[in-house]
């Protein structure tokens, strides 16, 4: 793969490589195996991003565990919308379970703040936050993460299950626009 790709009207380049990306997940991988292993935790992926690292992840976890999905629609082109729109809710009971919301990408920290308030609204127990991204510079809200697998500059980022206007989940490795 090039170094450098052009998305739609955008020019990216490489700047990080899988093998970054795999590395990191492992870590996170290893804490919440130490940290969750008798919790019994659901899993739940924030689509459509995650998708990625959400079966990198899983794949790492060496318990019994369950998985889900919701999708929550909050960017528009290289920039959040501020609005946010929940398109596939959550079927499973909550109440009183370990919960790790599993996350491409925290910034502002917006989408991350409405996915809290529906699980916590839906009887949650144990709340974690699993991120491969967290951009510090960007962050707007007040949350916790627990398990972080990389802090990056507050750049726009393609690859690896993130994309601009649909475009470049497919890349192995994240691709940062050059302005």
Do not use: W
């Not at 990625?52 to 999708?71: G, N, Q, T, W, Y």
């Amino acid at each position: 793969m090039n170094d450098a790709i052009k998305i739609l009207d955008k020019t990216f380049k490489k700047s990080i490589p899988e093998e970054t990306i795999i590395s990191s997940i492992d870590k996170i991988a290893e804490k919440i195996n130490t940290d969750l292993r008798d919790d019994n935790p659901l899993f739940i992926s924030i689509l459509n991003g995650s998708f990625m690292f959400a079966s990198d992840l899983m794949k790492r976890i060496d318990f019994p565990c369950e998985i889900s999905f919701v999708k929550i629609a909050s960017y528009h082109g290289t920039s959040s919308s501020g609005e946010m729109l929940e398109l596939i809710g959550l079927k499973e009971n909550l109440k009183g379970r370990t919960i790790v919301v599993v996350e491409d990408l925290v910034d502002s920290g917006q989408t991350m703040s409405k996915v809290l308030e529906i699980v916590q609204n839906r009887g949650a127990g144990k709340i974690r936050i699993a991120t491969l991204f967290f951009k510090p510079g960007a962050i707007q809200h007040n949350i916790s993460l627990d398990y972080v697998a990389m802090e990056i500059p507050n750049d726009f980022i393609v690859g690896y299950g993130l994309d601009y206007d649909g475009y470049g989940r497919n890349l192995r490795d994240i691709y940062t626009v050059v302005e």
